[in-house]
């Protein structure tokens, strides 16, 4: 099958790790799958109006297209358009012509599916990443922009979104059409279980954003604080996308620097030696669908401490980890010490089973490449 992937959400020179579980989704596909993925993103130094790039990756081709940012504002959303048909007839020419759309969260490209459908009737499928349908966003998605995105996922033929929290979100906001859930894959040759560190102290992890509105970092910061007036046996080891300067003021001001310690950016392999390295995830976010960082967690055999947000609920038992509610810290400092004293009795190789079970990458590729059969012969 020809597929064609429009994700929303991509990696760019700028933003590494900005839609990866996107790219990580489509390098599942089986190889019965011709996938060639098409994203347009801005080239301030280009000397001519665009460029276009073909990357050959493991199991896809990356057509880019580098545009010159226009200098009126108000022609960049018609530029926009423009190179994603100039981007498809490249394809065409040079590829295939596609049995199948594959829209990758449904802004803002939502448009661009839903014009080729009704041009050339090419069928779309939507895979719905996003926290905007979430209760805590209701205020963000509202007018054109909610107008826009319902019209797009009511004329896929499939939604395929990762949780199925997240599928009763878009129903609530008046989305009425097929769903399959399909969780986030991971790459379970990557993240492996190893052994925690046996040094003193054990070790918690915790890897996001920090975009505290969301993660509520600085929650877990306070937590901390109070769980080393009680107990000096731990670290917890931070990886982050991004600066974490009033963090690190925190941490220096309550003399945190022997416990608390910040890594910044990490590479996969790094993240995944850091998993391997750790006795448990920490996360304390206000609001999430379905965090990557717990299916890798559960990949490397270790339990995860989550607040019970979003589709988590759905992967964390008790022999995975611990539920705690959104925004309590009480609950979070009991949690942490209660880890501390018995991370070391779960069964890793259970947990890391569960996850070769529903989340390794085959299992994930095989799931959507049924799905794409079945419209196929619709």
């Known amino acids: 099958m020809n597929i064609l992937h429009l994700p929303s959400w991509f990696p760019t020179p700028d933003d590494p790790t900005l839609g990866n579980f996107c790219i990580r989704m489509i390098d599942a596909l089986p190889q019965e799958c011709n996938s060639v993925i098409l994203s347009v993103c801005n080239g301030r130094e280009l000397t001519r109006p665009f460029e276009v790039h073909e990357i050959h990756g493991t199991n896809h081709i990356h057509v880019q297209i580098v545009v010159r940012p226009p200098k009126i504002h108000a022609l960049r959303k018609l530029q926009l358009l423009r190179m994603y048909q100039y981007g498809l007839d490249y394809i065409k020419k040079h590829f295939f012509t596609p049995d199948l759309i594959h829209l990758h969260v449904a802004h803002p490209l939502g448009k661009v599916a839903l014009l080729w459908h009704k041009r050339y009737g090419y069928p779309y499928i939507l895979t719905e990443h996003w926290t905007i349908y979430q209760p805590q966003n209701k205020d963000i998605l509202v007018g054109k922009l909610k107008k826009g995105i319902i019209r797009t996922a009511n004329h896929a033929s499939l939604i395929m979104p990762v949780s199925l929290d997240l599928q009763h979100c878009m129903e609530g906001h008046g989305v009425q059409n097929r769903f399959k859930v399909v969780y986030n894959s991971v790459d379970t040759n990557l993240f492996l279980p190893g052994r925690p560190l046996q040094a003193a102290r054990k070790r918690m992890l915790h890897i996001s954003t920090l975009r505290d509105e969301a993660k509520n970092f600085s929650g877990i910061l306070r937590t901390v604080e109070r769980l080393r007036q009680q107990r000096d046996d731990f670290e917890l080891h931070v990886i982050h996308d991004y600066d974490a300067a009033g963090f690190k003021d925190f941490v220096q001001a309550h003399h945190l620097e ?20 750790s ?31 979003g589709g988590i609920p759905e992967i964390i038992t008790p022999e995975r980890g611990i539920l705690i509610p959104a925004g309590d810290e009480e609950a979070l400092l009991q949690g942490m010490s209660g880890l501390l004293d018995h991370c070391r009795e779960y069964d890793r190789d259970a947990i890391r089973n569960y996850a070769l079970r529903t989340f390794a990458a085959p299992e994930i590729g095989r799931q959507i490449f049924e799905e794409y059969k079945k419209i196929a012969i619709e």
Do not use: M, W
């Open 258 to 277: 022997d416990c608390v310690f910040f890594h910044g950016k990490k590479a996969s392999a790094e993240v995944a030696q850091a998993y391997r390295e």
């Open 279 to 309: 006795d448990f995830l920490v996360l304390f976010s206000n609001f999430e669908n379905l965090p990557c960082v717990i299916t890798e967690a559960f990949a490397s055999g270790i339990p995860v401490l989550s607040t019970a947000v």
